[in-house]
């Protein structure tokens, strides 16, 4: 399994990314994936949970209505479009695969990408 994020940088406030995260090694579309994040001196959280068939999304109460979970099962990849980006939005941005079965909050993680840095700062 491999999990490939892009897509991070340094952007102003209220400005806008998106991050992709391109998966292989495993059948996507049957697996749940996510977005986690990692500020400096804090737990990495969950940001943002989608199932195989993307028909299902969750977020963190933080970035409800400003970031979006999306997929594309064809391409094997995993989207965050994050808008209306606020300083406290900076961090490593990490992809992650759920185990078969699992999704949300209470899924269970088994494979991390290598995290991609997304810093908000004028």
């Known amino acids: 399994v491999q999990l490939v994020e892009s897509g991070g940088g340094l952007v102003q406030p209220g400005g806008s990314l998106r991050l992709s995260c391109a998966a292989s090694g495993f059948t996507f579309s049957r697996y749940a994936m996510s977005w986690y994040r990692q500020a400096p001196g804090k737990e990495r959280e969950l940001v943002a949970s989608?199932?195989?068939?993307?028909?299902?999304?969750d977020y963190a109460d933080s970035v409800k209505g400003r970031f979006t979970i999306f997929r594309d099962n064809a391409k094997n990849t995993v989207y965050l479009q994050m808008n209306s980006l606020k300083p406290e939005d900076t961090a490593i941005y990490y992809c992650a695969k759920f185990r078969y079965g699992s999704w949300g909050r209470n899924g269970a993680i088994d494979y991390w990408g290598q995290g991609t840095q997304v810093t908000v700062s004028s």
């Open positions: 989608i199932t195989g068939t993307g028909s299902s999304t």
